[in-house]
């Protein structure tokens, strides 16, 4: 059940060589989640050993074609590979339009439901919840809508101290409720700390992924704490004015985010293709959030277990 994210594409709108457009491949609480799909998603993840069918949701950032240009494809290798599950899309407006579109017209008549769900503007809510993991979207600063995302965990019950709980011959109808975290009076008078019957709660983990976006200190109310951070950084400082113009972030930009959000780590990505390596962009970075690295393609990043 590790939580682990494995970059399928760390470049920006001009591909390269060595790095395809923005897309990720998150694994959570065995939920595979793909967030934002580049061209060339779908020949990663066969590269990386990643399983297409195993995909049950997917998040698109924003309507700019190096984030979502791979997803018609990507859904035709499903049909061809035999996909009859169910998928759910998530992603601004307009989206479900294009991709229907673009079905009808390439003759493509998939043999599994998708369900799009629609992102408003601005919009700030959690867009999907289970018993195990939560997702969240806000509001990145772009030239178009554009959407961030965070994947936490959820509390579970507490694990038992099975040999204590056997020691004292804890009662069926007890046990649930000492799981849950309360202390329970039995009709004996008995009285039972669950501190006493179980072990401390696992560590909560969470991925705060914000594509596209200016700087913007808005964000970090909703990314405070993240165990890891992924922030566009497509600029050094030097262009700092280009930046600005095209609404995308500095590696420094990146770092302020990380440092004033409290985040464990800060994963760099969406590189111009006008540097030949990201080396001083991390050390750019560094100067300010020393936990810091640069995305490539083929890296995983565990988050947690």
């Known amino acids: 059940m590790i939580f682990s994210v494995t970059i399928l594409g760390s470049g920006s709108a001009v591909p390269t060589p060595s790095r395809f457009p923005t897309a990720q491949f998150v694994s959570c609480k065995n939920r595979s989640i793909l967030i934002d799909c580049g061209e060339g998603a779908q020949f990663q993840m066969r590269k990386y050993g990643l399983k297409i069918q195993s995909l049950q949701l997917i998040l698109i950032s924003h309507l700019h074609g190096d984030h979502f240009f791979g997803l018609v494809g990507l859904l035709s290798t499903m ?12 992603g601004p407006k307009g989206l479900e339009e294009i991709i229907r579109s673009q079905l009808e017209i390439g003759y493509s008549k998939l043999d599994f439901e998708i369900e799009f769900k ?29 959407h961030g995302y965070l994947i936490k965990e959820k509390a579970t019950e507490l694990n038992l101290k099975k040999q204590k709980v056997i020691d004292f011959k804890i009662p069926l109808s007890v046990i649930h409720q000492l799981k849950s975290g309360k202390d329970v009076l039995d009709d004996n008078g008995t009285n039972w700390k669950f501190k006493e019957f179980t072990l401390p709660p696992k560590k909560l983990h969470s991925y705060a992924f914000c594509s596209d976006t200016k700087f913007d200190e808005r964000i970090i ?24 113009k095209t609404y995308h972030s500095t590696a420094s930009d990146a770092a ?13 990505g969406h590189i111009s293709a006008r540097y030949s390596n990201e080396l001083e962009h ?3 970075a560094k100067h300010i959030f020393d936990n810091t690295t640069f995305a490539y393609d083929g890296m995983t990043i565990e988050i947690g277990e």
């Not at 909703?222 to 050094?236: D, K, S, W």
């Not at 004033?260 to 780590?265: A, C, E, G, P, Y």
């Open 256 to 268: 302020t985010i990380a440092l004033k959000s409290n985040v464990q780590k800060l994963i760099m």
């Open 221 to 244: 109310e909703h990314i405070t704490g993240a165990t890891v951070l992924y922030h566009e950084a497509t600029f050094l400082e030097k262009d700092k004015m280009l930046a600005k």
């Open 118 to 146: 629609q992102l408003e503007k601005g919009d700030i809510s959690c867009v999907y919840e289970d018993k195990l993991i939560e997702i969240q979207t806000f509001p990145l600063n772009h030239k178009v809508p554009t």
């Open 79 to 90: 049909h061809l590979l035999g996909r009859n599950n169910g998928l759910t899309i998530i």
């Open 282 to 284: 991390v050390k750019e």
